[in-house]
């Protein structure tokens, strides 16, 4: 019986072991999408790009080794002047110099580092990005919440007179989603009427959506 005992403890040891092992190795990544729209003040405001690179750089350096950065631009998904960027964190790629290098890209936006866009096409971004839910990635979009596409007005999205059409499928069950700056505008702020609709609309989308969702109107 004692013997038995220990093959069981054993046993248990080992099954926890190898899951621990598996779930240091299943690595995450950080995605990073800036909608560089000419609505979004990240395109205009250096104050703004200052504050949001502070706190995208401090997710970063929360990251362990293994994990990985991946940064997008989006406006219009279908031209090709928009930025990536994509690195694994090691020894070399260390957490510190990678939040640098996308501090350094992100301040430069609102002086002229990128081209603005004339559309924004958020639901394209989520919709065709490559995200890994099952792994528990996060995604932290940086705009103003606007979509400006062909899925919708924005004028009337922002009246309330218009929503957001909600996916099939949980397609980001899994995936954390922070939305910065939702509501921000090259002004300051829309008005609280405004922005309520937006947070209405978001909210239903990314619950049909399957997202942990998080907005933060005030970075």
């Known amino acids: 019986m004692k013997l038995f005992n220990n093959k069981l403890k ?3 040891i ?11 190795v299943q690595a995450k990544t950080l ?19 200052k504050i949001i690179s502070k706190r995208v750089s401090k997710q970063i350096l929360a990251l ?4 990985y950065v991946s940064l997008r631009t989006f406006g219009h998904l279908k031209l090709d002047n928009l930025q990536q960027f994509d690195v694994k964190l090691t020894r070399k790629a260390k957490p510190e110099k990678v939040a640098k290098a996308v501090s350094k890209f992100m301040n430069s936006i609102p002086k002229g580092g990128v081209e603005p866009q004339q559309s924004t096409e958020i639901i394209a971004q989520l919709e065709w ?17 606007i979509e400006a596409s062909s899925l919708v007005n924005p004028n009337k999205l922002l009246e309330g007179k218009a929503k957001l059409p909600l ?17 921000k505008s090259t002004n300051g702020s829309w008005p609280s009427v405004n922005v309520k609709n937006l947070l209405r ?10 997202a942990n969702f998080k907005a933060i109107p005030n970075p």
Do not use: R
């Open 167 to 183: 996916p099939d499928v949980e397609y980001l069950k899994g995936c954390n989603v922070q939305m910065i700056g939702i509501g």
């Open 129 to 145: 990005g490559e995200y890994d839910c099952s792994a528990g990635d996060t995604i932290l979009l940086i705009t103003d919440g």
């Open 10 to 12: 054993l046993a248990v």
């Open 31 to 49: 995605h990073i999408a800036i909608d560089v729209s000419a609505s979004n003040p990240m395109i205009s405001s250096v104050p703004f790009a």
């Open 14 to 24: 080992c099954s926890t072991i190898a899951l621990s092992t598996i779930a240091q």
């Open 64 to 67: 362990p080794l293994g994990d």
């Open 201 to 210: 609309e978001w909210k239903s989308y990314m619950k049909a959506s399957g």
